[in-house]
């Protein structure tokens, strides 16, 4: 059973950082693509950031250069730094990995807030 763990999530001053971790089990952790999205109130679930199991990387245009995606695999686990968060990164934070039916598989979500 695939579970995913994801903390780090907190109330931070715009320009602050944090960074989120997203803890894997049930899975070959080393070969997946791992993501991390973001649903702000009234908006849709958006994909902040991937990185596949060779360590390639991508980032929505939004968050270039401030965010970055990491990931251990002798830890089954996958980061994402977060600097200079602005109120408009304010949204639960999830972590999600494709399945083999074609979905994805979610973790619970950690709250990020950024005040002004």
């Known amino acids: 059973q695939v579970q995913l763990v994801e903390s780090g999530g907190a109330l931070v001053q715009s320009g602050g950082s944090l960074r989120l971790s997203c803890a894997a089990s049930?899975?070959?952790?080393?070969?997946?693509?791992m993501g991390w999205y973001r649903q702000a109130p009234g908006k849709q679930r958006e994909l902040v950031a991937f990185?596949?199991?060779?360590?390639?990387?991508d980032y929505a245009d939004s968050v270039k250069g401030r965010f970055t995606i990491s990931r251990d695999n002798a830890r089954n686990t996958v980061y994402l730094q977060m600097n200079s968060l602005k109120p408009e990164d304010t949204a639960v934070y999830y972590c999600?990995?494709?399945?083999?039916?074609?979905?994805?598989?979610w973790g619970q979500g950690t709250q990020v807030t950024v005040s002004s």
């Open positions: 999600g990995t494709p399945n083999f039916r074609g979905g994805t598989n």
């Open positions: 049930g899975i070959i952790f080393k070969i997946n693509v």
């Open positions: 990185i596949k199991g060779v360590g390639t990387t």
